[in-house]
């Protein structure tokens, strides 16, 4: 983290931080989650520690809070969710997810190098690819503990619209869920890459498959680079 970057962490540390809204319950719940997450954020980036264990401890952070504000937020909702283990419909698809997802995916010691492509990195081009997620072996995430937030805040109200997706292949056939909760579980995730825009840390989302790819092969050296405010990621960000 350069100069200019500690300066700017250290005013966000200095300042009050963000303002909870008590008007509703569920605005309360909703802040709540933000402003630990918040909090903890600055804790961690303030850490005199290397550039790849301080990214692999932060997305851990925000992977502990999404689970913990799921499971509340199951309990709060009480929504209908069909998704089962080895219920894979969702994860044949180009993974749109932050860096720290792929610091995340990448940082195990994975069994093979993942060989991962696509003919492009456009958005819209990405909502329609129904190829199988690399990280997925035997119909399991061979990552599961370290899912990227969207895959734990996705979830299904009814399986059958699912598998008709996938069987169509029809990215405009929407899947029911509770939006309530997918909210929750990406509350964590936003107020850390909050922290990371105001610093000028790239937060342009990537292709999963690519950035692990690209990890494997300089993980240390793409990681610093990142932190700093570089562009190590430019060749696996999402294209708008």
Not at 157 to 182: H, K, N, T, W
Request: hydrophobic share 40%; charged share 25%.
């Amino acid at each position: 983290m350069n100069r200019s970057m500690r300066k700017r962490l250290q005013r966000l540390v200095e300042s009050r931080g963000p303002a909870i809204r008590r008007d509703t319950p569920q605005n309360e719940l909703v802040d709540t989650v933000y402003q630990r997450q918040y909090a903890r954020t600055l804790e961690i980036l303030q850490l005199p520690e290397e550039p790849a264990l301080k990214a692999i401890r932060l997305c851990h952070s925000v992977h502990a809070a999404s689970e913990q504000a799921w499971e509340l937020g199951r309990q709060v909702f009480q929504p209908k969710i069909d998704c089962r283990a080895g219920c894979a419909f969702c994860c044949h698809m180009a993974v749109r997810v932050h860096i720290l997802d792929a610091v995340g995916a990448a940082a195990p010691v994975l069994s093979r190098p993942l060989d991962y492509r696509l003919e492009s990195r456009r958005r819209e081009d990405l909502a329609r690819v129904f190829q199988p997620c690399p990280l997925l072996v035997d119909g399991q995430c061979s990552i599961y503990a370290q899912r990227p937030v969207i895959c734990r805040g996705y979830h299904s109200r009814e399986v059958a619209m699912c598998e008709e997706r996938f069987d169509r292949q029809d990215a405009d056939l929407g899947i029911p869920m509770s939006l309530e909760l997918y909210g929750l579980t990406g509350m964590p995730q936003m107020a850390t890459l909050n922290i990371l825009t105001e610093l000028g840390i790239d937060c342009r989302p990537v292709v999963l498959g690519l950035a692990v790819s690209a990890l494997q092969q300089n993980f240390e050296g793409m990681v610093a680079d990142w932190l700093d405010g570089g562009r190590a990621f430019e060749e696996v960000t999402v294209v708008v």
